[in-house]
């Protein structure tokens, strides 16, 4: 089966400082695409940031940054300066075959004043 | 103006009922998913729709019933509700189809829950 792993059901920051959160994935693909979505308390799924894997540049967007390493198939994200609004569940995606998305179990990111 | 829009967003209902989700994007989107997220949070993809045709149907129960009247729209049908048919259902659209990478863009979800 193709699947995609978050090995940290719960991660802490402080308010300012800087978290990774990891994700690891299978593929037998050579392109695909891989993102990141965080569903606050509200539930609502919004995309952060997604990245093309023929790409050899980590996408950025603002403070949330990705560390993808193809080779070893890792796609971990960094969020800088955190912020009280980035407390939520963040889930890893990949998008495999027919357009669907294959998410991790998430890792729920609390965010301490 | 909302991208991908539910309804209800809440839906408490008795065993046995046969219930409907609708669905709606003004994105102009191509292709149209249901997803189902369960009491743990994970996501599960359900089924998928481009321009009206049935392009994924992951095994699900046949309870389940997608309806797609326009590429604008994908309702989901739910026959003979079960208890662990309780969980959130996730609507969204996004542009293209196989391999296109295209941002899925997600609607509110509505909470099922049946008792």
């Known amino acids: 089966a193709q699947t995609v792993t978050q090995s940290q059901p719960e991660m802490s920051v402080q308010e300012a400082e800087t978290v990774t959160l990891s994700c690891t994935y299978d593929?037998?693909?050579?392109?695909?695409?891989l993102f990141w979505y965080k569903q606050p308390p509200s539930r609502q799924m919004i995309l952060v940031i997604r990245?093309?894997?023929?790409?050899?540049q980590n996408a950025t967007e603002n403070r949330f940054s990705v560390n993808f390493q193809k080779a070893a198939k890792s796609f971990s994200l960094k969020i800088s300066d955190s912020q009280l609004g980035d407390a939520a569940m963040y889930f890893c995606?990949?998008?495999?075959?027919?357009?669907?998305?294959?998410f991790g179990e998430g890792t729920q990111l609390t965010v301490n004043p | 103006d909302t991208a991908v829009s539910q309804t209800p967003k809440y839906l408490v209902t008795q065993m046995g009922n046969d219930k409907s989700i609708k669905c709606e994007q003004n994105?102009?989107?191509?292709?149209m998913y249901w997803y189902k997220q369960d009491s743990k949070k994970f996501l599960k993809i359900m089924f998928s729709?481009?321009?009206?045709?049935?392009?994924i149907n992951e095994t699900v129960p046949n309870r389940f019933s997608p309806k797609s009247p326009d590429k604008a729209h994908l309702n989901l049908h739910i026959n003979s509700l079960e208890l662990g048919d309780s969980a959130v259902y996730f609507c969204?659209?996004?542009?293209?189809?196989?391999?296109?990478?295209?941002?899925?863009?997600f609607g509110p979800g509505t909470r099922l829950l049946v008792l």
């Open positions: 969204a659209s996004s542009e293209g189809l196989a391999g296109g990478g295209g941002t899925q863009y």
């Open positions: 593929t037998s693909e050579s392109d695909y695409y």
């Open positions: 990245q093309e894997a023929y790409k050899q």
């Open positions: 995606a990949r998008e495999t075959s027919g357009s669907r998305l294959t």
């Open positions: 994105l102009g989107h191509d292709t």
């Open positions: 729709y481009n321009n009206k045709e049935l392009i």
